[in-house]
């Protein structure tokens, strides 16, 4: 059996992409995962702590992601979210619903989001 030639099939500049929110003391009170590949920026998981939420972190979180994805070269972006957690918070960002998994765990969904940057 022939091996897989993955430049062959794909892009080879996979990155990880990690953008933390601390507080003054330095401990950790959110963050951002994702990755950069072949052109796309996905977004793996962004959090905050209770406290912070509903005051624009989200948003600059996700600026700063966004920001970072263009520096790398990147045109897009991806992410997906179950339906309980934060579909609302990425369309009023501008990303478009591309795709729904449904009869996820207790009758949630997954929404799968694409923004042109």
């Not at 022939?2 to 950790?28: E, F, K, Y």
């Not at 998994?101 to 042109?116: C, I, Q, V």
Request: glycine residues 14%.
């Amino acid at each position: 059996m022939d091996a897989i030639n993955n430049a062959a099939v794909a892009s080879d500049d996979q990155t990880p992409l990690s953008i933390r929110l601390v507080d003054d003391d330095g401990v950790l009170q959110g963050g951002l995962t994702g990755w950069t590949w072949g052109g796309c920026g996905g977004i793996t998981s962004l959090w905050l702590a209770s406290d912070l939420r509903g005051h624009g972190w989200g948003g600059r979180l996700l600026a700063a992601a966004e920001d970072e994805i263009r520096r790398r070269g990147c045109d897009r972006v991806v992410v997906a979210t179950m339906s309980f957690q934060a579909p609302g918070f990425y369309l009023r960002f501008g990303y478009r619903e591309v795709g729904r998994t449904p009869d996820m765990p207790d009758g949630t969904a997954k929404h799968h989001f694409h923004k042109r940057l």
